[in-house]
């Protein structure tokens, strides 16, 4: 009993979930994967229509790749519009699915941001590993089984935070769902069971607090140790916004980068400035987005990501069109690969700007540290005679009198100026005007034209 004792204490103390697969050599990593890359082909090819054709048009078998670098050159890469093209003539998943429906466990759909959501099986193994992906983002902030999770969003086809909560099974927590509460309703919740984990998205834990001081509460007072995000940039994207959130709360805020078809597949570093790759759960590399040819280290390239744990629907050098920033070092002392700022941007919504390119994260650090601003804005996006263009829309924070927008709209502008060499359009809109959400909040209004959303979607 006192060695089992001295061993829970020893885990409780570590910084790692997985010590040995967190800290695991490259060389030992990459080893790893080209095993687990051909066994998946392996698989894929036996079991997927979508793959054997996939591999039949590119000239390539299993036993073709004997390098990480002829996965990357010669696996094609796929794209959500193929699956969900295929979907929709076959339903429900059509040729993608590579097991009977009989081995699916559980049906989820994205949010269908392009107007058509992708379902996504997941067999109970499938459930497992993706519930798993998150503890490495929990342990690392601190989140311990003695802890109470809150989940404060409505359970819906969304798998995202479905999966956060098998991780938080899987951890053995005491769980909290708030169900279809209001937001006043969550936050009654909150006080009389007193969790000490907040599971939201960012922009609703902010908007949680706000409630909160408006009915005279100080969110802070709340218990909550730990906020933890996802569905949107949060704290690791965001310096400002972890800030807000750390402030409004008194806890340590994470964040986890996840795509729902893939694996919720990089937890938070504990230095807050990034995340990591899941290198157990997924292979991932960084193109450009037009050439698809390898970026270098420290380049910001589209992450190309292989899942090795979606057995009822494989991915393999998927594109998932976030823009990022790769490294093979971090001071944590992980060996995944790390992603400085999370996503950057997206291919599709990365807008030159009279030849600057402009992330959605890069004006968002600006608009965080404007003193008069409020969290809420929109990026929209509109085309004049060719070219792009973006307007910054925000709300002023309620103290700030109407007859000072304008001056506070002209700081902004020249704040984003010296800060991204670019010029902005910047609009200031009326306190509670703009739209509030509670899953992913809608940041990029692009009101180009569909044609030309058409062109760059194929790019």
Known sequence: MKLRSFLNSRAEKSPYWNPY???????????????????????????????????????????DIKT?????????????????????????????????LEYVAFHSETSGTTGVPLGVPFTSYDMERYGESWIYGYWALGIRPQDTFY????????????????????????????GGQNSEGHLRLIQRLKPTVLLATPTYALRLAETARGLGIDPGTLGIRYTYHAGEPGPCSIETMRKQLE??????????????????????CPTGTGVHMNELNTFSWSCHPETGQEVAEGEIGENIVTSYVNSAQPLLNYRTHDLVQR????????????????????????????????????????????????SHYELVITRDRGLDEMTVRAEPVRDVVVSDYG????????????ALGVRLGVELVAPGSLPRYELKTKRIIDKRPKEVRRILDRG
């Not at 806890?251 to 990089?266: K, N, S, T």
């Not at 997206?346 to 600006?366: C, L, W």
């Open 247 to 268: 402030n409004s709360w008194k806890a340590v805020a994470g964040e986890l980068y996840g795509i729902q078809e893939i694996d919720a597949m990089a937890p938070g």
């Open 21 to 63: 697969a967190e800290t695991l050599p490259r060389e030992q990593l990459e080893d790893l994967h080209l095993r687990k890359l051909r066994a998946l082909m392996e698989y894929a090819h036996h079991a997927s229509p979508f793959y054997r054709r996939k591999f039949q048009q590119a000239q390539v078998r299993p036993e």
């Open 327 to 374: 490294h093979l070092h971090c001071e944590c002392g992980r060996t995944w690969h790390f992603l400085k700022g999370v996503v950057l941007g997206r291919s599709d919504f990365m807008v030159a700007i009279r030849g600057v390119n402009v992330y959605q994260t890069a004006v968002e650090n600006v608009l965080g540290k404007i003193a008069g601003l409020s």
């Open 407 to 418: 001056k506070l709209a002209s700081g902004v502008e020249q704040s984003i100026r010296e």
């Open 68 to 100: 990480l670098e002829d996965f990357k050159k010669r696996v094609p890469l796929t794209d959500k519009s193929e699956f969900i093209s295929l979907q929709q003539e076959n339903p429900p998943y059509g040729e993608t699915g590579a097991l009977p």
């Open 151 to 178: 989940f404060a969003f409505n359970w819906g086809l969304f798998g995202g935070f479905w999966s956060a909560y098998w991780g938080a099974r899987r951890l053995g927590v005491r769980v909290v769902s708030g």
